[in-house]
T-cell receptor
Framework: AQSVAQPEDQVNVAEGNPLTVKCTYS??????LFWYVQYPNRGLQFLLK??????LVKGSYGFEAEFNKSQTSFHLKKPSALVSDSALYFC??????????????FGKGTKLSVIP | GAVVSQHPSRVICKSGTSVKIECRSL??????MFWYRQFPKQSLMLMAT?????????EQGVEKDKFLINHASLTLSTLTVTSAHPEDSSFYIC???????????FGSGTRLTVV
């Protein structure tokens, strides 16, 4: 079974500082990894994904994430945080080779607060 | 880009009534759609996988007779909450699979309040 862990319920960062939101995963095969952002009472917006290729993935709004197979991690990063980045962030994994291969499994989410 | 429209965004209904939520893929065909439920300050819980032209696959613990899913076309899936009760109040989100390993596209969600 696939799983995702986001160890931090909340991350606080000052505006202009770099931010990191952590994610680790567990799958039996090679993972497809995703980051989504959710604003209050809204659906999820896609930020970026890793399928194959370069371990450093660049996505929307200046976000990037690095796939680290040995550490089974896919941490989300941004060099300079904006107040408008404050939202709920979800990491998700899909194992295309396993049973239920269409399913995305989500982490519990990390609330990011960027302080002016 | 791919857009999924979910309607209504907010609905209030009385206990015992049924509510239908629609999920449409506007610019692509989706053979597979997913329905999630999200409790306050919690992650998304997959309720069911909706497959066009066939029966939905429900996750363990999800009542098939309460949460009716219909995927009649490649662009539309519906979730009907039957005989709703206050405990069914939640945020429901759909998503559609664009295929080719893309991340799924999500609807904007429906806030259901049963009074």
């Amino acid at each position: 079974a696939q799983s995702v862990a986001q160890p931090e319920d909340q991350v606080n960062v000052a505006e202009g500082n770099p931010l990191t939101v952590k994610c680790t995963y567990s799958v039996s095969g090679n993972p497809y990894l995703f980051w989504y952002v959710q604003y209050p009472n809204r659906g999820l917006q896609f930020l970026l994904k890793y399928i194959t290729g370069d371990n450093l993935v660049k996505g929307s709004y200046g976000f990037e994430a690095e796939f680290n197979k040995s550490q089974t991690s896919f941490h989300l990063k941004k060099p300079s945080a904006l107040v408008s980045d404050s939202a709920l962030y979800f990491c998700a994994v899909r194992d295309p080779s396993g049973a239920g291969s269409y399913q995305l499994t989500f982490g519990k989410g990390t609330k990011l607060s960027v302080i002016p | 880009g791919a857009v999924v429209s979910q309607h209504p965004s907010r609905v209030i209904c009385k206990s015992g009534t049924s509510v239908k939520i629609e999920c449409r893929s506007l610019d692509f065909q989706a053979t597979t759609m997913f329905w999630y439920r999200q409790f306050p300050k919690q992650s998304l819980m997959l309720m069911a996988t909706s497959n066009e032209g066939s029966k939905a696959t429900y996750e363990q613990g999800v009542e098939k007779d309460k949460f009716l899913i219909n995927h009649a076309s490649l662009t539309l899936s519906t979730l009907t909450v039957t005989s709703a009760h206050p405990e069914d109040s939640s945020f429901y989100i759909c998503s559609a699979d664009r295929g080719q390993g893309y991340g799924y596209t999500f609807g904007s969600g429906t806030r259901l309040t049963v009074v």
